[in-house]
C-alpha cells in the first residue's frame, strides 16, 4: 500500500466542538472519510473514499485523493485550510 503525503496537508473541522485537526496523506484522510464523518454520505465524500483508496493502493497520486477530499470537506462546510 502506499502512502504518499499531500503536498501541504488540508485542516478540517474534526468535531461538533469546533476542534480542527490536519490531515496529511490519503490514508488518515481514509480514516476520517470512514470513522468520522459527520457530514452527509453524498456523492462527493464517496468519491473521496474513492479517490483515497485508489491513491493508498498506487492507482492515483495523492494529489487526487487530496482534491477529492477538498471538495467533500468543502461540501459538508468542515474545510479551514487547503
Known sequence: MANEKF?????????????????GDAAACLDFLL????????EKHRAAIQACADTNSGRRPASFARKAFI???????????S
Open 35 to 42: 470513522r468520522r464523518w459527520r457530514g452527509k454520505r453524498s
Open 7 to 23: 503536498d501541504q496537508p488540508v485542516t478540517i473541522i474534526a468535531d461538533p466542538a469546533g476542534g480542527q485537526e490536519t490531515i
Open 71 to 81: 471538495v467533500a470537506a468543502r461540501e459538508a462546510a468542515i474545510l479551514v485550510t
